[in-house]
């Protein structure tokens, strides 16, 4: 793994979402230049990472073009890469968004596919050299939620993201570039997702570095049926991102940058004290 945690908390990635469709932020950063003063803003609170993204995987969305995500993401990477020296992530399914995003500045491709949406996807992470990160999910976005089931839930998310980090090591890919992410909200439902994160030890044990993403999702309503609006999840995020990290996650994907960073400060100050 090349990203290295603070001294005193896991790594936070901020979500900068250039699509006019994502579940909390879709339209908001309608320009490049919106979007650049958003990602620059996300860094001031604290982000360690930014993850770009130019699709919107929230259930029931409908893809993208390769054309037009590169369109919206590539020029975005670019101006934040002349800015920043950090760590930028392309949240994407497609090889070809991906190679675009590397060659503009990005360091990381944040797949919800795991490398299994194209036939080249592997071989084009091993190519590219990146961080690459691994999520589970079931079926594509536009109907993963329509009835998921499982057996043993994280037993099966736990074997499908060991199968998928042996095929990228036997593609090429670096073991130390590879996270690995139990897809929170991707074709599960509250019981699923409120499952993994009280076991997420189960997939920390696999020795990859995980990455814990539930900022602002609908598992929050599913406790608190008042949370319709994503933007009011805030305390629901927190203690997810919190329980996360208490059980072993190295990175959590948010939108609340500063107040989870603040979180996370608190919980390593706690833990210092005892």
Sequence with gaps: MSLQSPVNRPLVMGIVNVTPDSFSDGGRLPTTEAA??????LIEQGADVLDIGGESTRPGSDPVGEAEEIAR????????????????????????????????GATMWNDVSALAHAPDSLATAAELGCEVVLMHMKGAPKTMQDD????????????????RADAAIAAG???DRIWLDPGIGFAKSTTHNLTLTARLEALVALSYPVLYAASRKRTIQGVDETAVDPRDRLGGS??????????GARMVRVHDV???????????????SA
């Design 36 to 41: 650049l003063e958003q990602a620059l803003r």
């Design 238 to 247: 927190l203690a997810l991102a919190l329980e996360g990290t208490r059980r």
């Design 173 to 175: 890919v670096a073991r």
């Design 148 to 163: 998921p089931h499982y057996d043993d839930v994280v037993a099966e998310v736990t074997a499908h993201l060991a199968a």
């Design 73 to 104: 993401t590539q020029p975005l990477i670019a101006a934040l890469r002349a800015r920043w020296d950090g760590a930028i992530s392309i949240d994407t399914m497609k090889p070809g968004v991906a190679r675009a995003a590397v060659a503009a």
């Design 258 to 272: 500063r107040e989870t960073v603040q979180a996370l400060q608190l919980q390593a100050a706690l833990a210092a």
